[in-house]
């Protein structure tokens, strides 16, 4: 069984940089795609990042496209969210995913709460 733990969120005033870690375990990471989500209060949950076990390919929504970036350690287990030029509408809980293809959660993490003040 998978498990995925995040951590690295906090609170940071808009325009300043967090980085969210995951820590995997329990099966090959190389062998799952990872991605992160976010849930903002009374909204749905949305993939922000996705990054491919086969070629590192990776995915960005608009909404974070050049301000967030997804990187992968296969030595460590580990997938990293750097998030930078942070704004407020970036306030939610993060999790981490794992699934067979990109953007697909199989297996979840509990969730980091990140808070951007304006």
């Known amino acids: 069984q998978v498990q995925l733990i995040e951590s690295g969120g906090g609170l940071v005033q808009a325009g300043g940089s967090l980085r969210l870690s995951c820590e995997f375990s329990g099966r090959t990471f190389g062998t799952y795609a990872m991605s992160w989500a976010r849930q903002a209060p009374g909204k749905e949950r949305e993939f922000v990042a996705s990054?491919?076990?086969?070629?590192?390919?990776?995915y960005y929504p608009d909404s974070v496209k050049g301000r967030f970036t997804i990187s992968r350690d296969n030595a460590k287990n580990m997938v990293y969210l750097q998030m930078n030029s942070l704004k407020p509408e970036d306030t939610a809980v993060y999790y981490c995913?794992?699934?067979?293809?990109?953007?697909?959660?199989?297996?979840w993490g509990r969730g980091t709460l990140v808070t951007v003040a304006s």
């Open positions: 995913a794992a699934g067979i293809t990109p953007r697909r959660g199989d297996y």
């Open positions: 990054i491919h076990w086969r070629d590192d390919s990776t």
